[in-house]
């Protein structure tokens, strides 16, 4: 199995892929991809490798077939239906984001707690979170994002764990732990932040 910063990298060849159509390229080459995922021609050979994706020393690779192959082993092949706990800030930002379909990810509904928050005839809907494990069952969703307060998301987690989901993306303030069989990415907003300051800083101050 290909590790976290593999899958990374594929995502950022896919990307460039994307944009290196919309230029009208028909072939790209390792450098090409290497360039605009900020690795060197070898990785990116090495990463296609693992796969079993080749291209041709002199030709490269066909951009159609290799964006297909990329889709199918991201996922990306169908769409990808998630569901969103906490529709407050974040979460409302989320809901709304365009880019995600463009990528094959499509939110099916937001839940919340708070009934002011209720849209049934929006799209996405914001449904009550008592609701959330029959519409995961019916739908056969296994995809969630969870942008609650961090003391709510414990719980959260096991009401999806409960209702069958197999992987979560976190961006509450506290770093979960799943048992196995669910897979938690958790994104802290504040620590990329704080990260991002300092080694800004520490730059400015030649450390």
Same mark, same amino acid.
């Given at each position: 199995m290909a590790n976290r910063s593999c899958i990374i990298r594929l995502s950022r060849y896919k990307n460039a892929l994307n944009r290196l159509k919309t230029l009208n390229f028909i072939r790209v080459f390792s450098d090409n991809l290497a360039d605009?995922? @900020? +690795?060197?021609?070898?990785? +990116?050979?090495?990463?296609?490798?693992?796969? @079993? #994706?080749?291209?041709? %020393? %002199?030709?490269? *690779?066909? +951009?159609?077939?290799?964006?297909?192959?990329?889709?199918? &082993?991201l996922g990306k092949e169908q769409l990808q239906e998630f569901v969103l706990i906490g529709v407050g800030n974040i979460g409302r930002a989320l809901l709304h984001y365009p @880019?995600? $379909? %463009?990528?094959?990810?499509? #939110?099916?509904? @937001?839940?919340? #707690?708070d009934p002011v928050k209720y849209d049934v005839e929006s799209e996405p809907p914001v449904l009550p979170l008592e609701q959330l494990a029959e519409f995961v069952k019916r739908r056969d969703i296994t995809l969630a994002i969870v942008a609650v307060p961090d003391y709510a998301a414990q719980q959260v987690l096991g009401l999806l764990l409960s209702a069958g989901i197999k992987g979560v993306m976190n961006?509450?303030? #506290?770093?979960l732990k799943a048992p196995d069989g669910c897979i938690v990415n958790n994104i802290n907003l504040e620590t990329e932040? $704080?990260?991002? &300051? *300092?080694? +800004?800083?520490?730059t400015e101050n030649g450390n």
């Open positions: 605009a995922a @900020g +690795v060197t021609a070898a990785q +990116v050979r090495k990463d296609f490798s693992l796969f @079993g #994706i080749t291209g041709n %020393r %002199r030709g490269g *690779y066909k +951009v159609d077939d290799l964006a297909d192959q990329l889709n199918k &082993i @880019g995600f $379909e %463009r990528s094959g990810i499509h #939110i099916a509904a @937001g839940f919340d #707690i961006f509450a303030p #506290i770093c932040l $704080e990260n991002l &300051i *300092y080694f +800004v800083n520490a």
